[in-house]
């Protein structure tokens, strides 16, 4: 810490941002941002490294040519060093990597123009008024990330990027020099798609299955941490992140920078798989205030009940989406043309990363330096952020798990489970029923009773479970109170439920059979 190369500041709220050439803390390695879209970023020890590679999701042909769907990965990782020859990513660069076949000049130069039209013209993306020579220039600005540069030893917990290649660009560079190996997929644009697909629950759809498809090919890669997968997004990115957690348990934690997924523009609920109870890990959400107000249906996001979950709002009317992005940081650092907001936009993406990478290292098992996540971000609640913590409960579980460990304590534990949890499906009548049933099979006739009494509480009167406690009472020679509760069985009415109408009927009988054979009959 007291090399005469560190230059360090405080930015009053306990966070230590490396400038231009620093010397890292921890490592005293060299670590040079200057002229990068990383100036001013605490990175981490390592040098990046990146790799494009180009698979095919053969349970998806869309053409009768390409036997499946080519789906690019965006790799960062943590590499030994920059290389001697190699030259940093730049924003173009990763735009580019959309064409499966490398374009030709003109085709190269007329994308170029399209996209430098886009930064001049439409204000969402490109921030700030521009030129067209800036715009350009911000197109060129590049990071720290070599290509092929060489890998780092060892094995590192994986973090999916959703959204595309280039849009947290620079966040994976931070992620990969922290030690993370950070996988983006991707489609080709120039790749024949003959099946229509571009409605808006199509395109997730494909989206989250595109990034299942490369959990699955990153699960091989000998840089990967087996178990130690999270998964991060921006605006859009940050619904189909959400939504991969939600249906893939592989995902361990979530990040969403700037991301307006609970708001009726957005049309969640129109995802056959969104729901928020789904949502089982810790989960960042991170929002510029401009967001949070747009945020009509965020009840959804205080539904998500089994998640432990952190809302950080960037106040600050000067802030925009693509301040948080890659798109904007190309503007702000290091082309400083963001304007009166420029140190403040600086800063503030600079915080945002820090608390993803710290939020991300901690869940990951290899926690920053310092206090824990949350103890550091409540230093960050005064003025600039409005942080809210939303603790998580354990949910109730599958009707598996309770089939695989039932036993005795097996009623006591359920409705302990519905307290916390009383929507599960667990409690539905016919999955109350399995579990019944299974302990009847496993002539473990009192605890089919109790489970039978703990899902009449919950369900009264039903026919199904009325039926199975009186079989229970039966099987465990409670023959008046089998009688009973098969005659108060067989007074209830079906409602065109045939699994209700059939248990009726073996009540009938039951009733009827125990009846010939003890006329003074006793119980309830």
């Known amino acids: 810490m007291r090399s005469h190369a560190l230059k360090a500041r405080t930015l009053g709220i306990g966070l230590v941002v490396c400038v231009l050439g620093d010397v890292h803390p921890a490592t005293g390695q060299q670590v040079d941002t200057t002229g990068t879209r990383l100036a001013g970023v605490r990175t981490g020890p390592n040098a990046v490294g990146f790799e494009l590679r180009t698979g095919l999701d053969t349970s998806r042909p869309i053409n009768q040519v390409d036997g ?17 020859a190699g030259t940093a990513m730049t924003n173009l660069d990763y735009r580019l990597l959309e064409f499966v076949t490398k374009p030709s000049e003109a085709q190269r130069a007329a994308y170029l123009d399209n996209e430098v039209a886009a930064l001049v013209s439409w204000r969402h993306v490109g921030v700030v008024a521009m030129s067209r020579a800036q715009a350009r ?19 590192f917990p994986v973090v999916v990027v959703l959204g595309g290649q ?5 966040t994976a560079e931070i992620l990969a020099s922290h030690g993370f ?5 991707f489609r080709f644009s120039d790749q024949s798609n003959e099946i229509g697909t571009g409605g808006f629950t199509w395109y ?9 498809w490369a959990l699955n090919e990153i699960a091989s890669h000998p840089s990967a941490e087996p178990g130690r997968v999270s998964a991060i997004g921006h605006g859009g990115g940050g619904m189909i992140a959400m939504l991969l957690a939600m249906r893939n348990r592989t995902i361990q934690a979530l990040v969403n920078i700037d991301s307006g997924n609970f708001s009726t523009r957005s049309g969640a609920s129109q995802i056959a798989f969104y729901d928020p109870r789904l949502l089982r890990v810790p989960y960042l959400f991170i929002a510029t205030a401009e967001t949070r107000k747009t945020q009509d249906l965020f009840d959804q996001f205080t539904a998500m009940a089994f998640s432990e979950r ?10 925009r989406h693509h301040d948080l992005s890659d798109v904007g940081r190309a503007v702000t650092a290091p082309m400083a043309i963001r304007g009166a907001p420029q140190a403040d936009v600086q800063q503030r993406f600079v915080e945002v990363q820090e608390m993803a990478v710290r939020f991300l290292l901690e869940q990951s098992g290899r926690p920053a330096d310092g206090p824990r996540f949350a103890d550091w971000l409540k230093a960050m609640t005064a003025a600039r952020y409005a942080v809210t913590f939303h603790s998580g409960r354990d949910p109730a579980p599958t009707v598996v798990r309770v089939l695989d460990t039932l036993d005795r304590t097996t009623p006591a534990a359920l409705r302990d489970a519905r307290r916390r949890d009383p929507d599960a499906p667990l409690f539905q009548p016919s999955n109350l029923g399995r579990v019944i049933s299974k302990a009847i099979v496993a002539g473990d006739f009192q605890t089919a009773i109790a489970l039978a009494d703990f899902a009449l509480e919950v369900h009264p009167g039903t026919p199904t479970v009325l039926d199975l406690k009186s079989q229970a009472r039966e099987g465990g020679g409670d023959l008046a109170g089998a009688s009973s509760t098969a005659t ?25 059979r125990l009846g010939r054979a ?7």
């Open 166 to 170: 280039h849009y947290l660009s620079t």
């Open 137 to 155: 220039a911000s197109l060129e600005t590049h990071g720290l990330a070599v290509r092929g540069a060489p890998v780092a030893d060892g094995r």
């Open 204 to 212: 997730l759809e494909n989206s989250v299955r595109d990034a299942e």
């Open 488 to 512: 108060a069985c067989a007074a209830r009415k079906a409602d065109n439920d045939w699994q209700a109408s059939a248990a009726i009927d073996r009540c009938k009988e039951r009733a009827e």
């Open 68 to 84: 499946g769907t080519k789906i690019g990965l965006a790799l960062w990782y943590p590499a030994r060093s920059s290389g001697a």
């Open 310 to 319: 952190v809302e950080v709002v960037v106040e600050g009317s000067d802030i």
């Open 518 to 524: 003890s006329p003074s009959r006793s119980g309830r």
């Open 181 to 185: 190996l950070v996988v983006a997929p």
